[in-house]
């Protein structure tokens, strides 16, 4: 078996070096050494000569993604991946074996070689629906780029079929599928190793639930554009979801225009190394309430927008934020007419904001701790402080820093009152939708 890695990893250093690209011993160690244990049997009963020619053809049918280099068909008994298009049918569907033959005979059929540049998507406006064969689950497969990008797709099937272990990069994967549906298969995709979601799921208008709940973002360091102008979308569940390592969030629920409620858990919601939330919560029209008690906000340099047009937001605790950094903060609350209060703890400055124009324009119904009512002549961030009545007006209430950091027994000790996941206690049963506490349960209305 040793001598087969070495012959591997002779091969991958050498077709990385053709293309311009070293790769280090221990990359290509590693390569060698995944690859050659899955074929370690065949090592073991057919002679060196095959054995590299089967590597070669393994190389050849996809891997030679990673390189950018092909190598001839040597064995037409090795299985292949490709993806095959019904024309009459609109179909894609994704196999791995050695049946390509099949439908390259046929008029009414179009097959693609399975690589990075996913070059099935010029064919992306013909399609309705993908279908990914059992087959398919035996090919390794190493990023997912644009793979579905500006499809008319309405559903997929077989999810499961994806050996998605070693994908690093899914960026603009569902790009522009503005007919897709539904995703609650997509926590079937392993994502472990995914280090960027950015675009992910951008422009899919008529996507109406995604299931997250398996999904590992431990990795991941860029979800900007996430879930932009998801427009269908009502309830978003990120309570599994970890964002630890995120740096970017711009543009994250950009125009996510219907979506009344999104769960995210303070535990695994990590936002301690994120550096820009612009457009964050862009348009959020229908959203009553996020809970922000435990975003950690000390690295971000840029707020802009981030609320713009959330109108129905009756309030907003960023008791949590600290601002040291934030340098942007144009029309951060712009058009958001229903918001009343805004809580901020000692933590807040706008010591090196240089930009705040049309901060709180449109904020009409906003009123500060001391009285301080909403003036069109103060929308930049001159108000942007605790009030201090007539001497010193601002828009802001002061409350420590405290938040909840999750719903608990212990906040529902007031027999049977209504709480926020803030923990402001309502007058009566909440008749908007959201997430409460009520007798110490965290009830979704």
Not at 107 to 132: C, D, H, L
Not at 247 to 258: Q, S
Not at 285 to 297: G, Q, S
Request: charged fraction near 20%; glycine fraction near 6%; aromatic fraction near 12%.
């Amino acid at each position: 078996m040793r001598k087969n890695i070495l012959t591997w990893l002779l091969f991958v250093t050498i077709s990385q070096i053709v293309q311009g690209e070293p790769i280090s011993i221990q990359t290509a160690y590693q390569k060698a050494l995944e690859f050659v244990k899955g074929r370690n049997q065949e090592a073991r009963t057919r002679n060196g000569k095959d054995f590299l020619l089967s590597v070669l053809n393994g190389y050849n049918d996809g891997q030679s993604a990673i390189v950018g280099i092909r190598t001839p068909n040597l064995d037409p008994e090795a299985p292949e991946a490709y993806a095959v298009i019904s024309i009459a049918y609109g179909s894609l569907f994704f196999r791995y074996d050695n049946q390509r033959n099949y439908y390259l005979s046929n008029p009414n059929m179009e097959t693609y070689t399975v690589s990075r540049k996913a070059p099935w998507r010029i064919s992306g406006r013909r399609i309705s629906q993908i279908r990914f064969d059992p087959s398919f689950a035996d090919y390794i497969i190493y990023s997912m780029d644009n793979w579905f990008m500006n499809f008319d797709i309405a559903y997929i099937e077989g999810l499961e079929y994806i050996n998605t272990s070693y994908v690093t990069s899914m960026n603009n994967l569902f790009y522009g599928c503005s007919k897709l549906r539904q995703l609650d298969d997509f926590w079937k995709l392993k994502t472990d190793l995914v280090v960027s979601m950015s675009n992910m799921f951008y422009g899919c208008h008529s996507l109406a639930s995604i299931e997250l709940k398996a999904t590992n973002t431990a990795n991941v360091t860029t979800m900007n554009n996430m879930f932009y102008e998801c427009t269908s979308l009502v309830n978003l569940d990120l309570s599994n979801v970890n964002t630890s390592k995120v740096t970017n969030m711009n543009g994250m629920f950009y125009r996510c225009e219907k979506l009344d409620n999104v769960y995210m858990d303070p535990k695994t919601f990590d936002t301690s190394n994120v550096t820009t939330m612009k457009r964050m919560f862009y348009k959020c029209k229908k959203l009553p309430y996020v809970n922000l008690t435990r975003f950690d906000t000390r690295n971000v340099t840029d707020m802009s927008a981030m609320f713009q047009e959330c109108s129905i937001m009756n309030h907003l605790d960023l008791s949590s934020f600290n601002t040291a950094n934030v340098d942007t903060m144009n029309n951060m609350f712009y058009g958001c007419s229903g918001l009343e209060k805004i809580y901020v703890s000692d933590e807040w400055s706008n010591e090196n904001v240089t930009s705040s124009i049309g901060m709180f324009r449109g904020c009409t119904s906003l009123v500060g701790g001391g009285g301080t009512i909403y003036d069109t002549n103060h929308t930049d961030g001159n108000y942007a402080h605790v009030d201090g009545g007539t001497d010193n007006p601002g828009y802001f209430i002061y409350r420590e820093s405290t938040g909840i950091e999750s719903p608990s027994a212990q906040q529902g000790n007031a027999g049977d009152g209504w709480y926020t996941l803030s923990g402001i206690r309502l007058k009566e049963e909440p008749a908007q939708r959201g997430v409460y506490i009520h007798n110490g349960r965290k009830v979704v209305k």
